[in-house]
C-alpha cells in the first residue's frame, strides 16, 4: 500500500478486486477521490472512464464513455449519477464546431451522443474529457494544485516541479474549445517526445489519467503530493515569508467567538436578506452559516486580509459559490451606529458597478446583490444563502479558496480571475438556464424554527411538518436523550442541513438565552417560534398545591412569555417579522372540573397571546394561538396522572377517554399530533401572512370552545 501525507490512499485491492467491470471501478475510484475535501471539493471536478460496449442497435463494439453528469458530485456518485456517451458522436461534434463564440450551442448537441437513454445530462466537461485519448481520467480541483495553478507564475512552476511531465493549458472558461486546447497540450508534448501525467489549467484545476482505474488514481494522488510538498526555496540569505504576511490581530477566545457571533449572526442575516423580505409567505430570509475553522482565522487575523480578499477567488467552482469577494468587517467599527448598514450598501454598489461595467446585451437580470461570505476577525466566517446546504458549502469552498492563497502566496503571488471573467462564469447563460430549472422552493425554505419541546408528541409532528414543507427546525427539550433520539430521526430523514438541536428548559433564563444562541449559530436566527413545550395537573381545588400552581404557570405561562420575549429580540435584529404560535388548549375556553390549575393557566396563555398580537403587529411579528383539545396518541399531557384526573371527572377508565373525548365532538373524530401541526402550518405557510391575533380550535368541534 502506497502513503502519502498530504492526501488519503484509500483503495481496498480485495474490495475492488470484487468489482468486475469497469464502469463499476470507475465510480469507485470516483467515490473515494471526493471523500478527501483536499483534493476537490463538493460538486466538483469529473471523473470518466472509456470502455467497449455493445451497440444496443448494431449490436456491434462501439465505445463508450461514462462520466460524472451534470450537477453531481464524485464523493456520492452512482450509475445513475453518469452520463454514457457515443465517442464517435462525441468526436465528430468537431466537424460543427464553428468556434468559441458558439460554445453554449455545443452544449444541446451532447443529447445527440447519449449511449444510455437513462443517463443524467452530460456536463460542461464532457468534451474535456473526450478529446483526452485515457481510459480512466480525473479531474479534480486540489487546493494544491490550485495553489499554482494561481500562482502568478504558475506555469513555470508547473513546468520546473514536474519537469515537463505536466502540461499548462492557461484559464479558458470550461467548454468544447477547451477540450480541444487540452488535446493539442496533449500532442505538443508528445511531439517533443514527452509523454504528459496530467495538465494543469491556469486558475482551475488539474488532469490526470491512467490506463486503468487504479493507475489513475494512483497517478491522481502522485500528482497532488507532490504539488502539496513543493516549496521554493527563499532568496540567498533571506527568509521565508510569514504566512498571509504574519498576523495582524489575535483570535477572541472559543467561548467570546461564539457569542459575539451568536449576537451578530441575526443582523446580518437581516442584511442578507434585503432582496427576501416581501416573500409570500413573510419573514423569509437567508439561512446562515458560521465557522471559526483554524484556516479561517489564521486568513481572517492576518496583515494581508485586506489584500487578498477583495481580489477574490480563482477556481470557477469555488467562484460560483461564495460570489465576486467577500464583505470584510472592521471590528473597530462594529460599535459605530450605522456602521454594517453603510458597508452592506457599499457592497451592494460595488456588486452593481461590477455587474454593470461586465454585462452582456443578453446577460441575466442581476441577482441578489448581498454578499455570501462575510469574514469578522477576531471571530469568524459567516457565509449566508438561500439554504442551509447551499451556506455550508459556500463556507467549505472558502476554505478552499483560503487553502489555495495560501499555498500562491507561499511559492509565488496570488492572481485571481478577471473581473469580466469572474463574470462572465457567474452570468453564464448555461449557468442562469440550470438556476432555472432548479425547483420552486418550499412554503418553509429559507426560515428557521424552533418548536418548544420538539423531540416527541406534539412539537415533534409541528416540527417533522415544518422540516417536511422546507424549514430548518432547532429541536429541543429538557430530556437529552430524548433529543438525542429525535436528532437521529430527523437526520435521517431530512439530512443533517435541515436540524439542529439544544437542550431547552423553558423556565430557566439561561436556557432560553442559550437555545436562541444555538439557532443563531447554526442558522443565522429564527423566524417561527412554536410554543409548545407543557404539562398537564388534573387536580380537585381542594388536592391542588402550591407546587403544583406554581409548576404549571412556570412552564405554561411565564415559559411561553420568556421564549417569546427572546424570540422577539432575535427577530427584531433580523428586521423581517416572523410568526409566534402558541399551542394552548380548549379548557382556555372551556370550564371543567378538577381543572383550576391548568385551565386557569391555558387562558392566561390565551390572552398573553392576544396581548402580543396587538403590540408585535408593527414589527410585522404574526401571533396566533391553536387550541387542541384530547391530543392522547404520543403525547406526553397524558404523563402524570392527567389521564386518571380527567377519567375520575368523568366518571369513566382511563381506556374510555379517547371513544369518550372523540364522541363528544361535533365530527365525532379523533386528535392526533399530526392534526395540530397541520394546524400550526396553516398559520405560517403563507396563506394567512396577514393574519394575527387569531385562534384556531382543532378539537374536531366543541361547541363550548367557540370563539364567538
Same mark, same amino acid.
Given at each position: 500500500?502506497? #502513503?502519502?501525507?498530504? @492526501?488519503?490512499?484509500?483503495?481496498?485491492?480485495?474490495?475492488?478486486?470484487?468489482?468486475?467491470?469497469?464502469?463499476?471501478?470507475?465510480?469507485?475510484?470516483?467515490?473515494?477521490?471526493?471523500?478527501?475535501?483536499?483534493?476537490?471539493?463538493?460538486?466538483?471536478?469529473?471523473?470518466?472512464?472509456?470502455?467497449?460496449?455493445?451497440?444496443?442497435?448494431?449490436?456491434?463494439?462501439?465505445?463508450?464513455?461514462?462520466?460524472?453528469?451534470?450537477?453531481?458530485?464524485?464523493?456520492?456518485?452512482?450509475?445513475?449519477? =453518469?452520463?454514457?456517451?457515443?465517442?464517435?458522436?462525441? !468526436?465528430?461534434?468537431?466537424?460543427?464546431?464553428?468556434?468559441?463564440?458558439?460554445?453554449?450551442?455545443?452544449?444541446?448537441?451532447? &443529447?445527440?451522443?447519449?449511449?444510455?437513454?437513462?443517463?443524467?445530462?452530460?456536463?460542461?466537461? #464532457?468534451?474535456?474529457?473526450?478529446?483526452?485519448?485515457?481510459?480512466?481520467?480525473?479531474?479534480?480541483?486540489?487546493?494544491?494544485?490550485?495553489?499554482?495553478?494561481?500562482?502568478?507564475?504558475?506555469?513555470?512552476?508547473?513546468?520546473?516541479?514536474?519537469?515537463?511531465?505536466?502540461?499548462?493549458?492557461?484559464?479558458?472558461?470550461?467548454?468544447?474549445?477547451?477540450?480541444?486546447?487540452?488535446?493539442?497540450?496533449?500532442?505538443?508534448?508528445?511531439?517533443?517526445?514527452?509523454?504528459?501525467?496530467?495538465?494543469?489549467?491556469?486558475?482551475?484545476?488539474?488532469?490526470?489519467?491512467?490506463?486503468?482505474?487504479?493507475?489513475?488514481?494512483? &497517478?491522481?494522488?502522485?500528482?497532488?503530493?507532490?504539488?502539496?510538498?513543493?516549496?521554493?526555496?527563499?532568496?540567498?540569505?533571506?527568509? @521565508?515569508?510569514?504566512?498571509?504576511?504574519?498576523?495582524?490581530?489575535?483570535?477572541?477566545?472559543?467561548?467570546?467567538?461564539?457569542?459575539?457571533?451568536?449576537?451578530?449572526?441575526?443582523?446580518?442575516?437581516?442584511? =442578507?436578506?434585503?432582496?427576501?423580505?416581501? *416573500?409570500?409567505?413573510?419573514?423569509?430570509?437567508?439561512?446562515?452559516?458560521?465557522?471559526?475553522?483554524?484556516?479561517?482565522?489564521?486568513?481572517?487575523?492576518?496583515?494581508?486580509?485586506?489584500?487578498?480578499?477583495?481580489?477574490? #477567488?480563482? =477556481?470557477?467552482?469555488?467562484?460560483?459559490?461564495?460570489?465576486?469577494?467577500?464583505?470584510?468587517?472592521?471590528?473597530?467599527? !462594529?460599535?459605530?451606529?450605522?456602521?454594517?448598514? *453603510?458597508?452592506?450598501?457599499?457592497?451592494?454598489?460595488?456588486?452593481?458597478?461590477?455587474?454593470?461595467?461586465?454585462?452582456?446585451?443578453?446577460?441575466?437580470?442581476?441577482?441578489?446583490?448581498?454578499?455570501?461570505?462575510?469574514?469578522?476577525?477576531?471571530?469568524?466566517?459567516?457565509?449566508?444563502?438561500?439554504?442551509?446546504?447551499?451556506?455550508?458549502?459556500?463556507?467549505?469552498?472558502?476554505?478552499?479558496?483560503?487553502?489555495?492563497?495560501?499555498?500562491?502566496?507561499?511559492?509565488?503571488?496570488?492572481?485571481?480571475?478577471?473581473?469580466?471573467?469572474?463574470?462572465?462564469?457567474?452570468?453564464?447563460?448555461?449557468?442562469?438556464?440550470?438556476?432555472?430549472?432548479?425547483?420552486?422552493?418550499?412554503?418553509?425554505?429559507?426560515?428557521?424554527?424552533?418548536?418548544?419541546?420538539?423531540?416527541?408528541?406534539?412539537?415533534?409532528?409541528?416540527?417533522?411538518?415544518?422540516?417536511?414543507?422546507?424549514?430548518?427546525? @432547532?429541536?429541543?427539550?429538557?430530556?437529552?436523550?430524548?433529543?438525542?433520539?429525535?436528532?437521529?430521526?430527523?437526520?435521517?430523514?431530512?439530512?443533517?442541513?435541515?436540524?439542529?438541536?439544544?437542550?431547552?428548559?423553558?423556565?430557566?433564563?439561561?436556557?432560553?438565552?442559550?437555545?436562541?444562541?444555538?439557532?443563531?449559530?447554526?442558522?443565522?436566527?429564527?423566524?417561527?417560534?412554536?410554543?409548545?413545550?407543557?404539562?398537564?395537573?388534573?387536580?380537585?381545588?381542594?388536592?391542588?398545591?402550591?407546587?403544583?400552581?406554581?409548576?404549571?404557570?412556570?412552564?405554561?405561562?411565564?415559559?411561553?412569555?420568556?421564549?417569546?420575549?427572546?424570540?422577539?429580540?432575535?427577530?427584531?435584529?433580523?428586521?423581517?417579522?416572523?410568526?409566534?404560535?402558541?399551542?394552548?388548549?380548549?379548557?382556555?375556553?372551556?370550564?371543567?372540573?378538577?381543572?383550576?390549575?391548568?385551565? *386557569?393557566?391555558?387562558?392566561?396563555?390565551?390572552?398573553?397571546?392576544?396581548?402580543?398580537?396587538?403590540?408585535?403587529?408593527?414589527?410585522?411579528?404574526?401571533?396566533?394561538?391553536?387550541?387542541?383539545?384530547?391530543?392522547?396518541?404520543?403525547?406526553?399531557?397524558?404523563?402524570?396522572?392527567?389521564?386518571?384526573?380527567?377519567?375520575?371527572?368523568?366518571?369513566?377508565?382511563?381506556?374510555?377517554?379517547?371513544?369518550?373525548?372523540?364522541?363528544?365532538?361535533?365530527?365525532?373524530?379523533?386528535?392526533?399530533?399530526?392534526?395540530?401541526?397541520?394546524?400550526?402550518?396553516?398559520?405560517?405557510?403563507?396563506?394567512?401572512?396577514?393574519?394575527?391575533?387569531?385562534?384556531? &380550535?382543532?378539537?374536531?368541534?366543541?361547541?363550548?370552545?367557540?370563539?364567538?
Amino acid at each position: 500500500m502506497k #502513503t502519502y501525507k498530504h @492526501v488519503s490512499y484509500l483503495w481496498d485491492d480485495a474490495k475492488a478486486a470484487q468489482i468486475n467491470n469497469e464502469v463499476d471501478l470507475f465510480i469507485y475510484r470516483s467515490n473515494l477521490l471526493g471523500t478527501d475535501l483536499r483534493l476537490t471539493n463538493y460538486g466538483g471536478g469529473n471523473t470518466s472512464v472509456k470502455i467497449t460496449d455493445k451497440d444496443p442497435l448494431t449490436g456491434k463494439d462501439v465505445e463508450v464513455m461514462w462520466i460524472k453528469g451534470s450537477g453531481g458530485d464524485i464523493g456520492t456518485l452512482t450509475k445513475s449519477g =453518469c452520463a454514457a456517451l457515443y465517442m464517435d458522436r462525441l !468526436l465528430a461534434l468537431e466537424n460543427v464546431y464553428q468556434g468559441i463564440e458558439t460554445e453554449d450551442k455545443m452544449v444541446e448537441l451532447f &443529447n445527440h451522443c447519449i449511449f444510455d437513454l437513462a443517463s443524467k445530462a452530460p456536463s460542461i466537461d #464532457t468534451p474535456l474529457h473526450g478529446f483526452l485519448p485515457f481510459n480512466h481520467i480525473d479531474h479534480l480541483h486540489p487546493d494544491a494544485a490550485i495553489a499554482i495553478a494561481a500562482a502568478k507564475d504558475g506555469a513555470k512552476i508547473t513546468e520546473e516541479l514536474f519537469n515537463g511531465e505536466i502540461g499548462w493549458v492557461g484559464w479558458q472558461r470550461p467548454g468544447f474549445d477547451l477540450g480541444l486546447q487540452l488535446r493539442t497540450c496533449l500532442n505538443e508534448a508528445a511531439a517533443k517526445g514527452i509523454k504528459l501525467k496530467g495538465i494543469m489549467l491556469g486558475s482551475h484545476g488539474l488532469f490526470t489519467w491512467g490506463d486503468t482505474a487504479y493507475e489513475s488514481y494512483v &497517478n491522481t494522488l502522485d500528482v497532488i503530493e507532490k504539488c502539496a510538498e513543493y516549496s521554493p526555496l527563499p532568496p540567498e540569505g533571506g527568509t @521565508v515569508r510569514a504566512t498571509f504576511g504574519g498576523q495582524k490581530i489575535s483570535s477572541l477566545s472559543k467561548e467570546e467567538r461564539l457569542q459575539k457571533a451568536s449576537k451578530m449572526a441575526p443582523i446580518l442575516r437581516g442584511l =442578507c436578506s434585503s432582496e427576501m423580505k416581501n *416573500s409570500p409567505s413573510g419573514g423569509r430570509g437567508a439561512i446562515g452559516h458560521f465557522t471559526d475553522d483554524a484556516r479561517v482565522l489564521e486568513f481572517i487575523n492576518s496583515n494581508d486580509l485586506a489584500k487578498l480578499a477583495p481580489l477574490g #477567488t480563482s =477556481c470557477p467552482d469555488h467562484f460560483l459559490r461564495t460570489k465576486i469577494a467577500p464583505l470584510v468587517l472592521e471590528q473597530a467599527k !462594529l460599535e459605530e451606529e450605522g456602521y454594517l448598514d *453603510s458597508v452592506f450598501e457599499e457592497y451592494r454598489q460595488g456588486y452593481t458597478t461590477y455587474y454593470e461595467t461586465c454585462k452582456h446585451a443578453n446577460s441575466p437580470a442581476m441577482r441578489d446583490p448581498n454578499p455570501v461570505v462575510i469574514l469578522y476577525p477576531g471571530v469568524g466566517m459567516f457565509t449566508f444563502s438561500k439554504d442551509k446546504n447551499t451556506a455550508r458549502l459556500a463556507s467549505e469552498y472558502y476554505i478552499n479558496a483560503i487553502n489555495v492563497m495560501k499555498g500562491a502566496e507561499a511559492i509565488s503571488e496570488y492572481t485571481a480571475l478577471p473581473r469580466q471573467e469572474a463574470f462572465n462564469i457567474e452570468y453564464w447563460l448555461l449557468e442562469e438556464a440550470k438556476l432555472q430549472r432548479m425547483p420552486k422552493p418550499k412554503a418553509l425554505s429559507g426560515r428557521v424554527a424552533m418548536v418548544t419541546g420538539s423531540a416527541g408528541g406534539i412539537g415533534k409532528a409541528i416540527a417533522k411538518k415544518f422540516a417536511e414543507e422546507g424549514a430548518c427546525v @432547532v429541536l429541543n427539550d429538557i430530556n437529552e436523550e430524548r433529543l438525542a433520539g429525535a436528532k437521529e430521526e430527523f437526520i435521517k430523514k431530512f439530512g443533517k442541513d435541515s436540524v439542529a438541536t439544544t437542550l431547552l428548559n423553558v423556565t430557566d433564563a439561561k436556557s432560553i438565552s442559550a437555545a436562541m444562541d444555538a439557532a443563531a449559530l447554526a442558522f443565522g436566527g429564527v423566524d417561527i417560534i412554536v410554543n409548545n413545550a407543557g404539562i398537564s395537573i388534573s387536580k380537585s381545588i381542594e388536592n391542588h398545591t402550591l407546587e403544583d400552581w406554581d409548576k404549571l404557570y412556570d412552564i405554561l405561562v411565564k415559559g411561553q412569555f420568556f421564549v417569546t420575549q427572546a424570540a422577539v429580540e432575535v427577530m427584531k435584529k433580523q428586521g423581517f417579522g416572523g410568526d409566534i404560535v402558541n399551542i394552548v388548549s380548549k379548557n382556555a375556553l372551556v370550564s371543567g372540573p378538577n381543572n383550576a390549575g391548568y385551565g *386557569s393557566a391555558k387562558a392566561a396563555q390565551l390572552h398573553l397571546s392576544r396581548l402580543n398580537a396587538a403590540e408585535l403587529g408593527a414589527d410585522k411579528i404574526r401571533v396566533n394561538t391553536v387550541n387542541p383539545d384530547a391530543v392522547i396518541a404520543d403525547s406526553n399531557i397524558w404523563a402524570g396522572g392527567w389521564a386518571e384526573g380527567r377519567a375520575k371527572a368523568y366518571g369513566i377508565t382511563v381506556e374510555e377517554l379517547p371513544a369518550y373525548y372523540a364522541k363528544r365532538t361535533l365530527l365525532g373524530e379523533s386528535i392526533l399530533p399530526d392534526d395540530i401541526a397541520n394546524a400550526c402550518f396553516a398559520f405560517v405557510g403563507g396563506l394567512l401572512s396577514k393574519s394575527t391575533g387569531n385562534v384556531l &380550535n382543532v378539537d374536531g368541534g366543541v361547541a363550548m370552545a367557540f370563539v364567538r
